[in-house]
């Protein structure tokens, strides 16, 4: 049974030519497929073609990052749909137009949310900013509903805020991951009793993550995901170096023992997860 890396940036892999042997590493280390995750209109097209190229292998979604929100949110937010097919107005509703074949929608829409910690020091600014990262967030989550696809969320100091602003929402939390889940058993609870995910990364594998590790027990096996973030959070043994999909293998051999299985029930069941929530 082969893994899927449920949340992976292959943009700067791609730009520095380093992908193929990405990918090759990947799939020697036993993965299927893996979902790069948009961030910014600077991605989107990148990894649409990526899924094209790589059928099966690649998938991807689309989202305005909050660390990436503006002024200029709008405008960008609203290219959004466009992806699935259609670029419908909010008073002009239209049925989901069939996707041509060379261009491959979305598997989710994300990675969307809130982020308090790389706001900046200057009070009245972080006040702009997030102010904006609210509305962008709110206003992709209309999107998630209209559209009815997954959702892959970012919280970064702001887990309550995001969860008011899914309920408010009204999007189906069957459908909603926290991705790059560093939270305790208490939050992880508030995600499973509405119906959501939590999703691990390398994280869990520190040595003073054992909170991480509580909450991904608590949450079980049988709703586990987990992802790489790459290039970022590597795990044990390579912390420290760049993060690549093919390391998503030491994290699993990692849950595998945390959660008392062998490995290959561990991706058995993450892969059937990963599979049934992104419907791939």
């Not at 998630?144 to 929402?169: Q, W, Y």
């Amino acid at each position: 049974m082969g893994l899927i890396d449920t949340h992976t940036h292959l943009d700067s892999f791609a730009r520095r030519g380093e992908l193929p042997a990405v990918l090759e590493r990947a799939r020697v280390a036993g993965l299927e497929a893996m979902v790069a995750i948009g961030t910014d209109t600077d991605d989107w097209t990148l990894y649409r073609d990526l899924t094209r190229d790589h059928p099966g292998t690649v998938h991807y979604t689309v989202g305005l990052h909050p660390c990436n929100v503006g002024a200029d949110w709008a405008g960008r937010v609203g290219q959004v749909e466009s992806f699935w097919g259609r670029a419908s107005r909010p008073d002009e509703p239209s049925p989901r137009k069939a996707h041509p074949e060379d261009s491959p929608h979305p598997v989710a829409l994300g990675e969307i949310g809130l982020d308090r910690f790389h706001l900046p020091k200057d009070a009245a600014e972080a006040e702009k900013i997030f102010a904006w990262q609210r509305a962008a967030f709110a206003e992709q989550l209309v999107l998630a509903k209209r559209l009815g696809c997954p959702v892959v969320i970012h919280s970064r100091n702001a887990f309550t805020e995001c969860v008011e602003m899914i309920d408010a929402a009204g999007v189906d939390w069957s459908r909603v991951v926290f991705h790059c889940f560093t939270e305790g058993p208490v939050e992880l609870a508030e995600l499973t009793q509405r119906g959501g995910y939590g999703s691990f990364t390398g994280v869990i594998t520190y040595k003073n993550a054992e909170p991480v590790r509580a909450a991904a027990l608590a949450q079980g096996l049988d709703r586990l995901m987990i992802e790489t973030d790459a290039p970022y959070l590597t795990p044990m043994p390579h912390r420290g170096k760049p993060n690549e999909p093919a390391y998503l293998r030491h994290t699993a051999e990692f849950c595998a023992g945390v959660f008392g299985v062998g490995y290959e029930r561990l991706a058995e069941v993450t892969t059937a997860n990963a599979k049934r929530f992104f419907g791939i």
